[in-house]
């Protein structure tokens, strides 16, 4: 059986490249153990779904972020197979249905101080009755408090836990928010 994993090498990063070119995957030449050169990130997923590998991580297991910011694919907890992908993209949408902006903003009405992501989402599985690891709840109440944030009912409070590209490129680990009226 060949092997498919597909790895990326940085290019020359300029000063003002567009930060959110470089997140998605610009900036980088793909390559596949198969020998399979790939010009651009698009290309480098469609191989990758071809050959049953995660489409985030490419089958490494691993994200490159930016030039020495790595992470475990959370797209495929780190297993590098298209399947683990497949079952987590269903479970997220099962939680999409579930964990409604509704759900959320009952939630945190009554949080008068700073509230952290983690406290927000082990409220919300409690709510719901949802036990651990059944459904990706931090990721779908991370993306419904930051909807709610650029909607302007919350503020960030958090300072990020890592400048990976300067202020344009954070990292935020457990954020706090608090109600914009506050």
Known sequence: MEKHTI????????????????VRGGYRTYLCFCGKRLPD????ELHALETQQCTACLGSTTEDV??????TCTACAGTGRRKVQVTWNLAYAEAERMITPDVVRTIIAPMREPFRLSQVADAVRDALGLPVGRLPVGPRVREILRRLEAAGELILVSAPD?????PSVVLYRDPYWQHASD
């Not at 990326?8 to 959110?20: G, K, M, N, Q």
């Open 7 to 22: 790895t990326a090498t940085w290019d020359e990063i300029p000063e003002d490249a567009d930060d959110l070119a470089l």
């Open 41 to 44: 990130r698009a290309s480098a």
């Open 66 to 71: 930016v030039p020495g910011y790595s992470q």
């Open 162 to 166: 890592e400048m990976l590209r300067g």
